[in-house]
């Protein structure tokens, strides 16, 4: 994968998409950006940036990623402001608030922010804000996190850091807030050159099919997601069943944990019991290397779920658009702008409308391959990581212009 070159992409998206890339950067080759998450591998953001920070650096914009390092009282916190982010009740304590607080403080200490712009990602590593006035960076805060309807507490909380920032970046317009500082929409992106979306050999997929000993006799059904009650394993269990009663299928639910997340554990095991005594459910635990497979999980399904109760964006639905595959997600977060009903995908609102449209699919497969041909064009359209680097070159430009309604590259 390191091997990929910005110029590989061009037979897909165009030597004038690249030549767009190339003139952005060249006013930005001076420019230094730091990036911060809070891990390295696993979920969506981590998926992002590990391809982003090398494209960027190769376009000559010197960009560097770090990850805030926390012990597992910081995470089981983050987790909880997490949940609450997307509508949990939390109180927040003055404990929780001062291990928040102490980790931030305590990664402060070994961090250098010489850089001129600093994009700090999610609520996690918030409050490196603290450091804003002893450097002369341009500070961006990247939310990918639902909050279209958080608990209050604790997005007061939040909004004292989000609103010292100099900018602030959402997943979908649903998401903005009341906040004093410019707010952009920025959808995420996959990269059609990783090994999570590149073309795939048949016999591989056979192979790794075969590896999981998932027989290809039915129709695959697939969610591949984190092991989080917010994707709704149980859900997809509950709806496979409703589906299986008149079309019989498989089920796989794919997912590992990442290590910012506690609860992986027990969500993992309550979707195991829920599965107990079906063959054609296939509940797996990847590693976090497991790109390839999940590539092939997903190439080798007849339908794609993403039924989740809340969703930043949903980087999975565009990995299975990509792969032309009928899609069915929950109308949440950022699913709505990747799937358009009957155009791109299946928009859902329940298990029982899940189930409706997995057996409606499977039984009309001339529609189901129409919905993942023009899902393939409209994510090669909006979600595709040069889109997405696009962005970041046009808001490196326009925070370096500060004031100026109209900028001269
Ligand atoms: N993913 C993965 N391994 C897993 C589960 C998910 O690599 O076991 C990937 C998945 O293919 C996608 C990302 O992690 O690229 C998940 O991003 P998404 O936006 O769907 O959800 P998040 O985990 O960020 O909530």
């Known amino acids: 994968m390191s091997s990929v070159r910005l110029m590989d ?26 990036m911060v ?5 696993g979920g969506g953001v981590a998926e992002i940036l590990s391809r982003l920070v090398p494209l960027l650096n190769e376009l000559g914009v010197s960009t560097q990623w770090e990850v805030i390092k926390g012990g597992e009282d910081f ?5 909880k402001i997490h949940n609450a982010l997307h509508g949990e009740q939390l109180s927040l304590t003055p404990r929780m608030k001062e291990v928040f607080l102490e980790v931030n403080r305590e990664n402060l200490r070994n961090t250098n922010f010489d850089q001129d ?7 996690q590593p918030i409050a490196y804000i603290e450091m804003r006035d002893r450097t002369q960076a341009k500070w961006v805060w990247r939310c990918h996190i639902d909050i279209s309807n958080p608990n209050e507490e604790v997005w007061e909380f939040l909004k004292g850091y989000v609103e010292k920032y100099d900018v602030a970046l959402f997943s979908s317009p649903r998401f903005s807030k009341r906040l004093p500082i410019p707010q952009f929409l920025f959808f995420p992106s996959i990269d059609p050159l990783s090994d999570k979306n590149r073309e795939l050999e048949p016999e591989f997929i056979d192979q790794v099919l075969e590896r999981l000993h998932i027989p290809r006799d039915k129709p695959i059904i697939t969610q591949i997601s984190r092991f989080d009650r917010l994707k709704d394993p149980i859900g997809v269990i509950k709806a496979y069943r409703m589906t299986k009663r008149y079309i019989d299928c498989q089920l796989v639910l794919a997912g590992g944990g990442a290590s910012d997340d506690p609860e992986g554990e027990a969500v993992l095991s309550e979707a ?40 930043g964006f949903g980087l999975t ?21 990747q799937i358009i009903p009957k155009f791109t995908g299946a928009l859902v609102y329940s298990i029982e ?38 962005r970041y070159l046009l808001l490196f430009h326009v925070l370096s212009h500060p004031g100026e309604r109209i900028i001269f590259l």
């Open 9 to 34: 992409y061009e037979p897909i998206v165009g030597a004038q998409t690249l030549e767009e890339l190339y003139l952005l950067a060249e006013g930005l080759r001076e420019r230094k950006i730091k």
């Open 272 to 311: 195991r019991n829920e599965a107990e005594g079906d063959p054609d459910i296939h509940i797996l635990l990847l590693p976090p290397t497991s790109s390839l497979e999940i590539n092939a999980l997903q190439r080798a399904s007849s339908i794609i779920l993403q039924k989740s109760i809340r969703e």
């Open 317 to 337: 639905v565009s990995e299975a658009l990509w792969k032309k595959k009928p899609v069915i997600g929950s109308a949440v977060g950022g699913i709505p702008a």
């Open 75 to 79: 995470f089981e916190v983050t987790k």
């Open 37 to 41: 998450n809070s891990t390295a591998v």
């Open 117 to 123: 712009v600093v994009v700090i990602h999610d609520p």
């Open 353 to 390: 409308g899940a189930a409706y449209q997995i057996r409606y699919l499977l039984s009309h497969p001339e529609v189901a391959k129409k919905l993942g041909e023009y899902g393939h064009e409209f994510v090669k359209e909006e979600f595709l990581i040069t889109r997405n680097l696009r």
